[in-house]
């Protein structure tokens, strides 16, 4: 099974802050993955597919890049709407989710 | 608009049984790829069990494969997770989940609220 690593865990951040949460897949997983917000109590939301396209809807603050084992999603100057979890997930082979970043108030 | 709406959650007692429904409405049901995705309060997601469009591909974690069997049924526009023998460590918010595309090679666009199954004696 691919396994998907994401850092750092918790990330501390003010408003207007530029954000950058990194994946790592076990094996290349070419450019199959996802990147969700999380927010408590509430089923997750897609922001990127396919590393760096991006959800109809999605604030163009979110982008996402990166290809192969390594993938960063970055959120260009972080909104007080944006403190949340975010995962990431290949799906080149079956779906995995990353643990989990949770964006917290500075 | 899609919507997705889960049923059958509830108390089970250890080695019991629960079946999970999720009601489609909003889109071509055999069109897409589906999901349950489970989440322990306050832990990460794990995708469960997947199915194709065409239903021809299916997908189970490690974790209930054996244990469970997901179906859809076009007719109805519902997506099934049949689970047995179940275990604490089953319990869990249950999401279904509608893929972007009809192969399993798919992101998740749309997603139910969840619901809960407790598996406790």
């Known amino acids: 099974d691919i396994q998907m690593t994401q850092s750092p865990s918790t990330l501390s951040a003010s408003v207007g802050d530029r954000v950058t949460i990194t994946c790592r897949a076990s094996?290349?997983?070419?450019?199959?993955l996802a990147w969700y917000q999380q927010k408590p109590g509430k089923a997750p939301k897609l922001l990127i597919y396919?590393?760096?396209n991006l959800e109809s809807g999605v604030p163009s603050r979110f982008s996402g890049s990166g290809s192969g084992t390594e993938f960063t999603l970055t959120i260009s100057s972080l909104q007080p709407d944006d403190f949340a979890t975010y995962y990431c997930q290949q799906y080149n082979s079956y779906w995995t989710f990353g643990q989990g970043t949770k964006v917290e108030i500075k | 608009e899609v919507q997705l709406l889960e049923s059958g959650g509830g108390l089970v007692q250890p080695g019991g049984s629960l079946r999970l429904s999720c009601a489609a409405s909003g889109f071509t049901f055999s069109n897409y790829a589906m999901s349950w995705v489970r989440q322990v309060p306050g832990k990460g997601l794990e995708c469960v069990s997947a199915?194709?469009?065409?239903?021809?591909?299916?997908y189970y974690a490690d974790s209930v494969k054996g244990r469970s069997t997901i179906s859809g049924d076009t007719s109805k526009n519902t997506l099934y997770l049949q689970m047995n023998s179940l275990r604490a460590e089953d319990t869990a918010v249950y999401y279904c989940?509608?893929?972007?595309?009809?192969?399993?090679?798919?992101?998740?666009?749309?997603w139910g609220q969840g619901t809960l199954v407790t598996v406790s004696s």
């Open positions: 094996q290349s997983i070419s450019s199959w």
């Open positions: 396919k590393a760096s």
């Open positions: 199915i194709s469009g065409s239903g021809g591909y299916t």
């Open positions: 989940a509608k893929g972007k595309y009809q192969l399993l090679r798919s992101a998740v666009d749309y």
